[in-house]
């Protein structure tokens, strides 16, 4: 079963938690729910129905547009910003420069054993290439094809979350919709009062509420967040290739060390014209 049949079958789902389960006649079903939970302060901005309808429909949207494998590295991505949110192009200038001294009196097919230890497979794989005697443009070529496949994966994890940003006001918006129509058919009569019309009210500003938020608080600056990192990722594997490469052409480690300090990010928000040049390389 593939994740656009999924994405329907969820889609219906959504729509049965808000035309079914959140319409005005179970009202008071929904209010005895959410009082069990919340205070009444943050009772008056929760609408669990439109809550559920406007979340899983945003996951039917995604499994529709995307595949389980693309969704599944969207939600792995996630660990990057909060526990591996920072690039360590300090501490890869400094091994590069090390390994440079190294070849300066030894034979670079010596460090073998050294490049089996190193935990980043890019500058792993880049520097057993250069022990086993790959040619400069050989090793660069390989390890380029690499980096511009990588990004082009990397790029979807962004897309997905940037996708959700999109879906999500679009589902408080039908939320919404649906809440003005209950509204509008709504019968009032003595002993009920203006209750169905208020409880109509309730699901077209919450819907409204939770697309905007899940889309501007969350989605949105998770997108942003990953889109960052991949281009410091990008950056830092450029940086590995230019430093293998001049390790290659036997290049002084001060030299190597002055060079490559070109593709640290001065700040976190700004991004360099060196930096720049290179990504516009990348994507041609």
Sequence with gaps: MNSTFIGYILFVIAAWFLLIFGAPENEAAIKGMQ????????????????FLFVTTGVFASILISYTF????????????????????FQ????????????????????????????????LKDGLLMLVNGYKKEEMQEILQARLENEMHREEVDDD???????????????????????????????????GPIIAAMSVAFTTTLYGLLFSNFIFQPIAD????????????????????????????????EEKLSSYIPHARSLTTTAQIAVLENLKK
């Design 91 to 122: 501490n890869y200038i400094n091994t590069l420069k090390s390994i440079s001294e190294y070849t300066q009196t030894r034979d670079i097919e010596t460090l073998e054993e050294f490049a089996n230890s190193i935990k980043y497979s890019f």
């Design 69 to 88: 494998k693309d969704v599944w590295r969207a939600i792995r991505s996630l660990s990057f910003i909060f526990f591996k949110n920072k690039v360590a």
């Design 225 to 256: 967040k990953i889109e960052r990192r991949n281009t410091e990722d990008a950056l830092l594997k450029a940086m590995i290739i230019d430093g293998l490469g001049m390790i290659k052409d036997k290049k002084r480690p001060t030299y190597i």
């Design 160 to 194: 997905v979350w940037r996708a959700a940003a999109r879906y999500s006001p679009g589902y408080g918006m039908l939320g919404t919709t649906v809440g003005l129509i209950q509204m509008f058919s709504a019968n009032i009569d003595a002993a009920k009062g203006f």
């Design 35 to 50: 009082h069990t939970f919340f205070s009444p302060t943050v009772e008056r901005y929760i609408h669990i129905p439109g």
